[in-house]
C-alpha cells in the first residue's frame, strides 16, 4: 500500500508540474501577444495622428504647397486610379516587372550570401582566402556602379536584377559570416566525439545555430533590394515603379509620386512579414533579443 500511494503521489506531482509548465506557457504567449496589440495600437495612432496633421498643413493651414507636398487625401484619390484591376489606369506592368526583377535578384542573392558567407564562416580555409575579399568589397559603394552595370547590361532586367543582387548579397554574407563565428565551439566538438560526420554536424549543430543570423540577413536584404529596384529603374528603364516615379516628379505630378513610395512601402512591408513569418516557423526557439544583446 505504501509503495502504490507513493507512485499515486508521484504521478500526481508529475501531472501538476505538466500543469504548471502548460499555464506558464499559456501566460507568456498571452503576455507576448498583449505587448503586439498594444505595439500595433500605438503605431497606428501614431500613424493616423501623422496624417491628420499632414493633412492639415498641406489643406486647411495653407503651411505648405499642396502642389509640392499634396495632401493625404490627394495621395489615396491617385493611389485608387493607379491600383491594379480597380483602377482607372493600372499600373499592373509596371508593378509585375519591377517585383519580378526583385524577386530574381532577391533569390541570387539569398543563395550567393548564405553559401559564401557559409563557406568562410565555418571553413579556416574559406576564412582565410575569401573573407578579406568579402569585407574589401562590402566597402564599395553598390549604388555608384550603377551607371556602369547599365551600359555593360542594358536598360532591360538583366541590368537591374544585377543591382539588386549586389546591394542584398552582403546583408547575408555579412550576418551569415558572423553567424558562423558565433557557433558553439562546444557542441561542435561534442558532435565529433559521439562520431558525428562533418555533414551531419553541419546539418545538426551548425545550421541550426546559424540560421536565426541568416534570416536576420535576409530581412535587411528586403530594404537594400527594393532600394536596388528604384535605383535601377531611376538611372534608366522604360518601365517600373522607378520609371513612373521619374517621370512623375519630372512633370511636378507630386500625388502621383507619393502614390508610388507608398506602393513601394507595402510592397517591402509585406515582403518584411514573408521573412519575419519564416523566422517564426523555422527557428521558432531563437530570441532576436538575445542576439542583439550578443552583438
Not at 573573407?131 to 568589397?137: D, E, I, Q, T, V
Not at 550603377?146 to 550576418?175: D, H, N, Q, Y
Amino acid at each position: 500500500m505504501t509503495l502504490r500511494r507513493r507512485k499515486t503521489e508521484a504521478s500526481g506531482m508529475a501531472s501538476e508540474a505538466e500543469v504548471d509548465h502548460q499555464v506558464i506557457l499559456a501566460h507568456l504567449g498571452k503576455r507576448n501577444a498583449s505587448r503586439t496589440s498594444v505595439w500595433n495600437l500605438i503605431f497606428v495612432i501614431e500613424v493616423a495622428a501623422l496624417l491628420g496633421l499632414w493633412e492639415m498643413i498641406s489643406g486647411p493651414l495653407g503651411v505648405m504647397n499642396p502642389k509640392f507636398l499634396p495632401p493625404p487625401s490627394a495621395i489615396f484619390d491617385e493611389l485608387w486610379r493607379m491600383l491594379p484591376i480597380v483602377g482607372e489606369r493600372p499600373i499592373t506592368e509596371d508593378i509585375v516587372f519591377s517585383l519580378t526583377n526583385f524577386a530574381y535578384g532577391y533569390v541570387l542573392a539569398a543563395v550567393v550570401g548564405t553559401t559564401l558567407g557559409l563557406v568562410i564562416g565555418t571553413t579556416k580555409a574559406g576564412e582565410l582566402l575569401l573573407g578579406p575579399l568579402a569585407y574589401y568589397a562590402y566597402a564599395v559603394p553598390r549604388s555608384a556602379l550603377a551607371p556602369v552595370i547599365i551600359l555593360i547590361w542594358g536598360l532591360g532586367a538583366e541590368s537591374k536584377v544585377v543591382i539588386i543582387f549586389l546591394l542584398a548579397v552582403f546583408p547575408v554574407l555579412i550576418t551569415t559570416m558572423e553567424g558562423g563565428a558565433q557557433v558553439n565551439r562546444t557542441l561542435v566538438d561534442a558532435g565529433r566525439v559521439f562520431g558525428a560526420t562533418r555533414l551531419q554536424t553541419m546539418r545538426k549543430v551548425i545550421l541550426p545555430d546559424l540560421f536565426p543570423y541568416v534570416l536576420i540577413g535576409l530581412r535587411i536584404a528586403v530594404i537594400r533590394g527594393y532600394i536596388g529596384v528604384l535605383i535601377g529603374e531611376l538611372m534608366g528603364s522604360f518601365k517600373g515603379l522607378g520609371t513612373i516615379l521619374k517621370r512623375s516628379s519630372y512633370n511636378f505630378e507630386m500625388a502621383k509620386s507619393f502614390a508610388v513610395v507608398a506602393i513601394l512601402i507595402v510592397l517591402s512591408s509585406l515582403t518584411m512579414l514573408l521573412v519575419s513569418f519564416m523566422k517564426t516557423k523555422l527557428v521558432p526557439w531563437h530570441q532576436e533579443e538575445d542576439l542583439l544583446k550578443s552583438r
